[in-house]
C-alpha cells in the first residue's frame, strides 16, 4: 500500500480508485497566487477544495452512477512554485499540464489565482489544434495588464486570446471599458453577460454554437453568485446559480469534447467549508458529466 504525502480527492484510500497508471482523471493542485488585487488568500484554494471533497458523496443522484468507480481519479501533490512568478510560472504550469497530456489524463487543475489556466491552456493548445475555451467568471480577465503586469489574474483571458483560440465566456458582470471594446471586435470571443443571461431562455444554446468540438472550460468561483459561492476574491452579485450552471455544464458535455477544465479562485473563510465544499462537489459533477456521456459530439470540428 502507497503511503500518501497528500489527501486524494473524495479522500480516496482504496489505492485501485486513485493510483495513477490507472486513473482516467488527474486532479493537479496549481497554489499560484502572485497578483490578487482584492482579497488574498487563493494560494488556500486548491487544498481546501480537495480536504472539502471528502465528504461528497461518490454516489450522484442525478446521473445514477458512481463515476469513481469507473474512471479513477489519481491527486497529485501541489506544485511547488516557490522562485517562479510571472512568466516562469506560467512556463512551469505549462510543462507540467503537458506531461499530463502526454499520459493520456484528462486534466482537472485546481488553481489559486486565475493566472494559472494560461499555462493549462497552452499546454492543451498544443495537443488540440482548433481549441475553444469556455470561460465560467464574474469578469472578462481581458485587460492587456493590470498593475503592470501582464501576468496578472486581471489579463489571463487576454494572454488566451493572443493565441488565437475561440472564447466562451458566461456571467460576466464587472469589466474596463477596453475589455468590452475587445468583446466589440474581436470576432472569436463570444459573450453572454449576466444581465443577457437572466433575459434570454436561449443562451446557452447560443453560447454553445460558435464552440469548435474540442472544448477547454475554465470556472472562475466568482462566477457564481456570492450566494452560492461566497469565499473568492473579487465577488460580485447577480453571477450564476448553481443549477443553470450545472445545466449548462451538463449540455456542453453533451454536445461537444470537452477536453479538461479547472476551478480557479477561491479564497478559503475561516470557519466556513460552504464554498469549498460546494466547488469539490462542482468538481465531481463535472467529471460525471464529462465521462458519463454515451458519446460525445463529432461535428463543428
Known amino acids: 500500500m502507497k503511503v500518501l504525502t497528500h489527501t486524494n480527492f473524495l479522500g480516496l484510500q482504496d489505492e485501485s480508485l486513485y493510483d495513477y497508471a490507472g486513473s482516467k482523471v488527474v486532479i493537479q493542485q496549481l497554489p499560484y497566487e502572485h497578483t490578487s488585487s482584492y482579497l488574498a488568500g487563493s494560494a488556500k484554494g486548491p487544498g481546501a477544495i480537495v480536504k472539502a471533497s471528502e465528504f461528497v458523496e461518490w454516489y450522484d443522484e442525478e446521473t445514477g452512477r458512481e463515476i469513481i468507480g469507473e474512471i479513477g481519479i489519481s491527486t497529485l501533490p501541489p506544485l511547488d512554485f516557490t522562485g517562479r512568478i510571472n512568466e516562469d510560472a506560467i512556463n512551469f504550469i505549462e510543462q507540467e499540464t503537458a506531461k499530463l497530456l502526454k499520459d493520456d489524463k484528462f486534466v482537472v487543475s485546481l488553481g489559486a489565482e486565475h493566472t494559472v489556466t494560461y499555462g493549462i491552456v497552452k499546454a492543451f493548445a498544443k495537443k488540440y489544434s482548433n481549441l475553444t475555451v469556455v470561460q465560467i467568471d464574474a469578469h472578462s480577465d481581458l485587460r492587456y495588464s493590470y498593475g503592470n503586469n501582464m501576468y496578472s489574474h486581471a489579463s489571463v483571458m487576454a494572454r488566451i486570446h493572443e493565441l488565437g483560440l475561440t472564447i466562451c465566456q458566461a456571467g460576466i458582470r464587472a469589466q474596463a471599458r477596453e475589455e468590452a471594446e475587445l468583446i466589440k471586435e474581436a470576432e472569436n470571443i463570444h459573450t453572454f453577460y449576466a444581465h443577457q443571461i437572466r433575459s434570454n431562455p436561449l443562451w446557452m444554446d447560443e453560447l454553445i454554437a460558435p464552440m469548435s468540438n474540442d ?87
Open 215 to 301: 472544448v477547454y472550460i475554465t470556472i472562475d468561483a466568482d462566477g457564481f453568485d456570492p450566494s452560492v459561492i461566497p469565499a473568492v476574491g473579487t465577488a460580485e452579485p447577480n453571477g450564476l446559480f448553481w443549477t443553470e450552471t450545472l445545466d449548462f455544464l451538463k449540455l456542453i458535455c453533451k454536445e461537444r469534447n470537452v477536453t479538461g477544465f479547472d476551478v480557479v479562485e477561491c479564497a478559503p473563510v475561516e470557519g466556513s467549508i460552504l464554498s469549498e465544499y460546494t466547488l469539490a462537489k462542482l468538481v465531481y459533477k463535472l467529471v460525471g458529466y464529462r465521462f458519463g456521456q454515451a458519446q460525445h459530439s463529432t461535428h463543428n470540428s
